[in-house]
């Protein structure tokens, strides 16, 4: 059974840090690409940024020089390190992992809030 969940959520202070954590198991097909979407009530889900098996990434411009994706391969995981928040970023932040064969798998979500 495939799983993708997400971790390291929470509130933040405008300006802060927080670090998202994304890990996906149950394949066994390898994987394509890995990404992060974020959905804010009333707003449709967006890419924030997606990365692929060999490092090519693909950021939004709202996160430019704010965010940045790593990825560990052997872990199947992957990272979102946000900095300088903005209330603009509150939303609920979504995983998703394509593999080869079976295709696109959703985490289930993470709530970020950022507010002083």
């Known amino acids: 059974q495939v799983r993708v969940v997400e971790s390291g959520g929470g509130l933040v202070q405008p300006g802060g840090s927080l670090r998202l954590s994304c890990a996906a198991s149950g394949s066994i097909f390898s994987i394509n690409a890995m990404g992060w979407y974020r959905q804010a009530p009333g707003k449709e889900r967006e890419l924030v940024v997606s990365?692929?098996?060999?490092?090519?990434?693909n950021y939004a411009d709202s996160v430019k020089g704010r965010f940045a994706i790593s990825r560990d391969n052997a872990k199947n995981t992957v990272y979102l390190q946000m900095n300088s928040l903005k209330p603009a970023d509150s939303a609920v932040y979504y995983c998703?992992?394509?593999?080869?064969?079976?295709?696109?798998?959703w985490g289930q979500g993470t709530q970020v809030t950022v507010s002083s």
């Open positions: 998703n992992v394509e593999f080869r064969v079976i295709g696109g798998y």
């Open positions: 990365i692929t098996s060999g490092g090519s990434t």
